[in-house]
């Protein structure tokens, strides 16, 4: 039902017939076909009919006749300044129609539509399934067509809802593999798949702020074992994991997918290992993906520090602001020997600035106000991508983008995982590169801690709290986690550190997943003297108004803790060095 052919209907585009619904803030198809040539037109407005049905209301002749001649695509008929009203009432929630027994037409005149930036729907995340909003309302076969678009992969153990209440952390990776049209020419025509570009799109359990972590694709690391599906018989098989050695450079984080037969869900298990973050979906695109999207949102803007010209990319442009599409947007995200060092992690700061422009793109545009153009991108993702078997449809697509909308956009930041040259490799032949044991840990501890990286929300610094003289604090210590012996090392340790009073108090059979500090009313300075000790989270604070007056505090350890001294909390700073950067700035590649 291609809307260049099969799929239209009387010459109309099917796109041309959606129209704004107010009650239901999405856009609808307007079934009703266009009036004869000379015929006066009618007026159509939605409501629910015996057989859940569009239902049009009484015609209503105009007093002005449409003009004999040719008619273009999607005329009217009416006067020229005249105005089309709005369709009231409620739209079918899917292909199966309304609630009949929901409410009568309204004959009020609907609401005016919000603005690109102000609608409900916000497009803020990178991947292509955020694109993939309500556009495709009240048109069954157009529905129909977008969910014939996408391929799945079941990932073995996952079957995760399209939408979760807590953390949800979204596996978008690009692959090398040179199928669809136009791309055989691009290096290894043979390659089987690799994970060439991933990031890991991981939204706060508030959705205030969003992070997506690029993980190098030349990074040194372990690929555990993974369960594939056989296509033939359905039965699941086991692909042996790879252990990193990195005097041989083996294996490639990129091997994860594609090498050995492996699929997303190899990956899926290999960033759970390498972050420590629980994967929610997965969504993998091809090359075509980049061309596709970049056209059809009409052009992403970039910015060049300096002339490139890149005879492996193809791309070619002088220093400035441009706006590329299809073939040009992917050599300009394929660059990376023009650019930087010439690395893969210099690639990655360029195609950060074109996926944070793509969202720049896609929110200030009128994308969200043209609902021909807004199909014409969820027809686009569509085509290219490959998602797990728990958002293989658009109404789950949907509902995963209105949830991943509600992150503004100046709160998203790209950052590179942190890594270092291999050692292994001698100088002057460096190829590959390791995890930065150093910086790498902040980082993902404050992923893990739903840290924003652009600290949209004020935190309580330690030094403004008001603190007990260490001499004055009375605490006991439990043991809930796996650490033998963390007791008594703690209460050891915050008496070292000056504290009146810590002893050991035993065992916590219950074994919490987190650390906790119990105490009084009249003891919070006193908690808030320990809490910066441990490096307590503000969350591990919970007092207690039950608790008897003059009783020493009650401090938890739960399964994260590790040792004394050892800040729980995530941290609240990026380390320096590690390449970051903002969805909502443009920075010009060099």
Same mark, same amino acid.
């Given at each position: 039902?291609?809307?260049?052919?099969?799929?239209?209907?009387?010459?109309?585009?099917?796109?041309?017939?959606?129209?704004?619904?107010?009650?239901?803030?999405?856009?609808?198809?307007?079934?009703?076909?266009?009036?004869?040539?000379?015929?006066?037109?009618?007026?159509?407005?939605?409501?629910?009919?015996?057989?859940?049905?569009?239902?049009?209301?009484?015609?209503?002749?105009?007093?002005?006749?449409?003009?004999?001649?040719?008619?273009?695509?999607?005329?009217?008929?009416?006067?020229?300044?005249?105005?089309?009203?709005?369709?009231?009432?409620?739209?079918?929630?899917?292909?199966?129609?309304?609630?009949?027994?929901?409410?009568?037409?309204?004959?009020?005149?609907?609401?005016?539509?919000?603005?690109?930036?102000?609608?409900?729907?916000?497009?803020?995340?990178?991947?292509?399934?955020?694109?993939?909003?309500?556009?495709?309302?009240?048109?069954?076969?157009?529905?129909?067509?977008?969910?014939?678009?996408?391929?799945?992969?079941?990932?073995?153990?996952?079957?995760?809802?399209?939408?979760?209440?807590?953390?949800?952390?979204?596996?978008?990776?690009?692959?090398?593999?040179?199928?669809?049209?136009?791309?055989?020419?691009?290096?290894?025509?043979?390659?089987?798949?690799?994970?060439?570009?991933?990031?890991?799109?991981?939204?706060?359990?508030?959705?205030?702020?969003?992070?997506?972590?690029?993980?190098?694709?030349?990074?040194?690391?372990?690929?555990?074992?993974?369960?594939?599906?056989?296509?033939?018989?359905?039965?699941?098989?086991?692909?042996?994991?790879?252990?990193?050695?990195?005097?041989?450079?083996?294996?490639?984080?990129?091997?994860?997918?594609?090498?050995?037969?492996?699929?997303?869900?190899?990956?899926?298990?290999?960033?759970?290992?390498?972050?420590?973050?629980?994967?929610?979906?997965?969504?993998?695109?091809?090359?075509?993906?980049?061309?596709?999207?970049?056209?059809?949102?009409?052009?992403?803007?970039?910015?060049?520090?300096?002339?490139?010209?890149?005879?492996?990319?193809?791309?070619?442009?002088?220093? &400035? *602001?441009? +706006? $590329?599409?299809?073939?040009? /947007?992917? !050599?300009?995200?394929?660059?990376?020997?023009?650019? =930087?060092?010439? #690395?893969?992690?210099?690639?990655?700061?360029?195609?950060?600035?074109?996926?944070?422009?793509?969202?720049?793109?896609?929110?200030?545009?009128?994308?969200?106000?043209?609902?021909?153009?807004?199909?014409?991108?969820?027809?686009?993702?569509?085509?290219?991508?490959?998602?797990?078997?728990?958002?293989?449809?658009?109404?789950?697509?949907?509902?995963?983008?209105?949830?991943?909308?509600?992150?503004?956009?100046?709160?998203?930041?790209?950052?590179?995982?942190?890594?270092?040259?291999?050692?292994?490799?001698?100088?002057? &032949? *460096?190829? +590959? $590169?390791?995890?930065?044991? /150093?910086? !790498?840990?902040?980082?993902?501890?404050?992923?893990? =801690?739903?840290? #924003?990286?652009?600290?949209?929300?004020?935190?309580?610094?330690?030094?403004?709290?008001?603190?007990?003289?260490?001499?004055?604090?009375?605490?006991?210590?439990?043991?809930?986690?796996?650490?033998?012996?963390?007791?008594?090392?703690?209460?050891?340790?915050?008496?070292?550190?000056?504290?009146?009073?810590?002893?050991?108090?035993?065992?916590?059979?219950?074994?919490?997943?987190?650390?906790?500090?119990?105490?009084?009313?009249?003891?919070?300075?006193?908690?808030?003297?320990?809490?910066?000790?441990?490096?307590?989270?503000?969350?591990?604070?919970?007092?207690?108004?039950? /608790?008897? !007056?003059?009783?020493?505090?009650?401090?938890?350890? =739960?399964?994260?803790?590790?040792?004394?001294?050892?800040?729980?909390?995530?941290?609240?700073?990026?380390?320096?060095?590690?390449?970051?950067?903002?969805?909502?700035?443009?920075?010009?590649?060099?």
């Amino acid at each position: 039902m291609d809307t260049r052919g099969r799929g239209q209907a009387g010459e109309v585009d099917p796109a041309d017939q959606w129209v704004y619904n107010p009650n239901t803030g999405s856009y609808e198809m307007r079934l009703q076909p266009p009036a004869p040539r000379g015929a006066p037109r009618q007026e159509t407005s939605y409501g629910h009919g015996t057989h859940g049905t569009a239902r049009p209301t009484v015609p209503r002749q105009r007093e002005t006749a449409a003009p004999p001649g040719p008619r273009r695509r999607g005329d009217t008929g009416a006067p020229p300044g005249s105005r089309r009203r709005r369709p009231e009432g409620l739209q079918p929630d899917g292909p199966d129609g309304p609630d009949r027994d929901g409410p009568r037409p309204s004959r009020r005149r609907g609401k005016a539509p919000q603005s690109g930036k102000r609608k409900a729907l916000k497009i803020t995340a990178i991947t292509l399934g955020v694109v993939l909003v309500a556009g495709a309302g009240g048109a069954y076969y157009l529905w129909q067509r977008l969910n014939g678009n996408i391929g799945s992969t079941e990932v073995y153990g996952e079957d995760n809802s399209a939408v979760t209440k807590g953390p949800v952390n979204i596996l978008v990776m690009g692959t090398d593999k040179r199928s669809g049209k136009g791309n055989e020419s691009y290096g290894d025509k043979n390659s089987v798949g690799h994970a060439d570009t991933t990031l890991l799109f991981h939204v706060a359990e508030d959705r205030s702020n969003a992070t997506v972590l690029s993980i190098p694709r030349d990074m040194i690391t372990d690929i555990p074992d993974c369960k594939i599906k056989d296509e033939e018989t359905g039965d699941w098989k086991t692909v042996p994991g790879t252990p990193a050695d990195y005097g041989n450079s083996t294996p490639r984080f990129n091997e994860s997918l594609g090498q050995s037969g492996r699929d997303a869900g190899c990956t899926w298990k290999t960033v759970e290992k390498i972050t420590g973050l629980q994967v929610t979906h997965f969504m993998l695109a091809d090359f075509n993906a980049v061309k596709e999207l970049s056209t059809a949102v009409g052009g992403v803007e970039v910015c060049l520090a300096k002339p490139i010209n890149d005879e492996k990319s193809h791309l070619n442009l002088p220093a &400035g *602001k441009h +706006t $590329v599409q299809g073939e040009q /947007a992917l !050599a300009f995200v394929r660059t990376r020997h023009s650019v =930087g060092f010439g #690395s893969d992690l210099s690639r990655i700061e360029i195609q950060q600035q074109f996926l944070g422009s793509l969202i720049r793109e896609m929110k200030s545009g009128d994308t969200l106000t043209n609902p021909k153009k807004l199909f014409k991108l969820a027809d686009a993702a569509t085509k290219s991508l490959t998602v797990d078997s728990g958002i293989d449809d658009i109404n789950s697509l949907k509902k995963l983008a209105q949830d991943l909308g509600k992150v503004p956009q100046k709160n998203i930041t790209f950052i590179t995982l942190p890594v270092l040259d291999n050692p292994e490799e001698p100088e002057g &032949g *460096k190829a +590959t $590169v390791v995890i930065d044991e /150093a910086k !790498a840990p902040p980082v993902l501890k404050m992923m893990q =801690g739903d840290v #924003s990286f652009t600290e949209v929300k004020k935190k309580e610094k330690a030094a403004a709290a008001k603190k007990a003289d260490p001499a004055d604090v009375s605490v006991k210590v439990q043991n809930g986690g796996d650490v033998p012996g963390a007791a008594t090392d703690t209460a050891d340790w915050l008496l070292d550190k000056g504290v009146g009073s810590a002893e050991q108090a035993g065992n916590d059979p219950e074994k919490p997943a987190k650390t906790t500090l119990t105490y009084a009313p009249d003891q919070q300075s006193q908690a808030n003297t320990v809490a910066a000790l441990m490096g307590l989270p503000k969350s591990a604070l919970k007092k207690d108004a039950e /608790a008897p !007056a003059g009783e020493p505090m009650l401090l938890t350890l =739960g399964a994260d803790f590790t040792a004394p001294g050892t800040p729980i909390a995530a941290p609240d700073k990026v380390p320096d060095g590690v390449q970051q950067a903002n969805a909502n700035e443009q920075k010009c590649a060099k």
